[in-house]
């Protein structure tokens, strides 16, 4: 709020947490047109490494320079009730921000669905997100481009050995490949190509390696193996 006619002004050092704010116009009570100059605080909170802030009564976009004072903000709070297309706005940029969206992927709290283009189309960005979140992102749908580069399938597959399902079938088929990804989370198997899971001199050689837990997802003519059974239940 405005104090004595003058913008808030806050910067408050309490040792662990510093408490700073933006002000921001707000509308008139009474008139919906009328904005009052600095009505309204967007308050941060840097603490624990972490920049947190609350959006207050948003009524406009911030412009630029308010943009810049904020800086980089990990959380958003931002009040629900009567929400207006300005607040949309304001929330629509922050969504853009990569360093919002990957705190929100190491809380485990992000879905792909609130990720702002372009975000969602760019392989890199999407990458970090998925391996920041441990491969929990509800929604995640993967840009193609990250499918298609093995180093990208490399690092992000064992982290979410679903993802394997999107790859090509080059790659699902390649036994090197998917022995490389096996030995780093074995559930990627379930998601390799049939002619490897049937393969029965391929899966001995997983369950060899792997354990009897790679024998779940042994297909066709693979199962009647007798050599691969007992290698499996050893």
């Excluded at 992102?137 to 679903?162: G, K, Q, W, Y």
């Excluded at 699902?172 to 990804?181: D, Q």
């Excluded at 001995?204 to 059974?229: I, T, W």
Aim: aromatic share 6%; net charge negative.
């Amino acid at each position: 709020w405005r104090q004595e006619g003058l913008p808030a002004d806050y910067n408050l050092d309490l040792g662990e947490m510093l408490v700073r704010n933006v002000t921001t116009d707000i509308r008139d009570r009474f008139d919906a047109v009328t904005r009052v100059k600095d009505g309204n605080s967007i308050f941060i909170f840097e603490v624990g490494g972490l920049c947190i802030g609350h959006l207050g009564h948003l009524h406009h976009e911030p412009s630029e320079q308010q943009y810049a004072a904020l800086g980089r903000l990990d959380v958003v709070m931002a009040a629900v009730e009567r929400r207006g297309d300005k607040l949309g706005c304001a929330s629509e940029r922050l969504r853009r921000t990569p360093d919002i969206v990957i705190a929100a992927a190491r809380s485990g709290s992000l879905s792909w669905n609130d990720v702002a283009e372009p975000l969602r189309s760019e392989p890199t960005f999407a990458l970090r997100a998925l391996v920041e979140a441990e491969g929990e992102i509800a929604d995640f749908v993967p840009p193609p481009e990250l499918m298609n580069s093995e180093a990208a399938v490399r690092t992000a597959v064992p982290v979410c050995p679903a993802l394997f399902a999107h790859a090509p079938e080059p790659m699902r088929r390649s036994k090197g490949l998917v022995r490389t990804l096996a030995e780093r989370n074995y559930a990627v198997i379930e998601h390799a190509d049939a002619s490897l899971k049937s393969n029965p001199d391929f899966m001995r050689g997983l369950v060899n390696d792997l354990g009897g837990l790679a024998y779940q997802f042994v297909e066709g003519e693979a199962k009647s193996d007798k050599p691969l059974l007992m290698k499996a239940l050893e």
